[in-house]
């Protein structure tokens, strides 16, 4: 089935730095990539919609210029939490679809971001 | 837009059990609910979908109903196990390319 590959798992980074995660569609192209949040025991909450080769659609309340998206290529969408702070923290889950398949989404394994 | 809404958030039952998840919609527009399993520190899993244009679907001993005029859907779990214990997301969404909403969770805990 597709798989989707997501890095780093875990990140620690210092206030102020800037992250990159990285998620990758193996073996099929995803022209829309979405990123979630999701904090412990709660629901994952939807962030942006990554669109390849355009600019991304972020939800309401979440701020552009802090978390930076880029789909620069038919398999590999990053998001950028910049100027992190740690309020920041949280599991980041990206998702794609195989085109071809079904209309579930395939979810990466997600990125634990600490920031201290 | 859309919202669902997941009961319960917290299920425990024996081992052999069955468990049931229920969860409501708000936009009759959906046409399409997965369900998710997600393992402590590891991302959703899709476990089973339906479509709107069917009532129920089943894979062994998953399945999942639908009631489109009422606007909800149930996952219903069979001869639990152990390794069923885990956290259940169900979802609703337009399908194809659009963003998929997610219910609260449901915490599943299968006692042996």
């Known amino acids: 089935g597709a798989v989707v590959s997501q890095h780093p798992s875990r990140v620690i980074c210092k206030s102020g730095t800037s992250v990159k995660i990285e998620c990758r569609s193996l073996d099929f192209q995803a022209t829309t990539m979405f990123w979630y949040r999701q904090f412990p025991k709660q629901s994952l909450m939807l962030m942006a919609t990554?669109?390849?080769?355009?600019?991304?659609?972020?939800e309401q309340g979440v701020e552009k210029d802090k978390f930076l998206i880029n789909h620069a290529s038919l398999t590999l969408s990053t998001l950028t939490v910049t100027s992190a702070h740690p309020e920041d923290s949280s599991f980041y889950i990206c998702?794609?679809?195989?085109?071809?398949?079904?209309?579930?989404?395939?979810f990466g394994s997600g990125t634990r971001l600490t920031v201290v | 837009g859309e919202n669902v809404e997941q009961h319960p958030s917290t299920l425990s039952v024996q081992e052999g059990d069955s468990a049931v998840i229920k969860c409501t919609y708000s936009d009759s527009a959906s046409n399409y609910f997965p369900w998710y399993k997600q393992e402590l520190g590891k991302g959703p899993q899709l476990i089973i979908d339906?479509?709107?244009?069917?009532g129920e679907k089943k894979d062994q001993r998953i399945a999942v109903t639908l009631n489109k005029t009422a606007k909800h859907f149930s996952l219903h779990i069979t001869e639990t196990q152990p390794e069923d214990s885990a956290v259940y997301f169900c979802?609703?969404?337009?399908?194809?390319?659009?963003?998929?909403?997610f219910g609260a969770g449901t915490r599943l805990f299968v006692k042996a």
């Open positions: 998702s794609a679809r195989e085109p071809r398949g079904n209309y579930g989404y395939t």
């Open positions: 990554s669109n390849e080769g355009s600019k991304a659609t972020y």
């Open positions: 339906i479509r709107s244009n069917v």
């Open positions: 979802a609703a969404s337009l399908g194809g390319g659009f963003k998929t909403i």
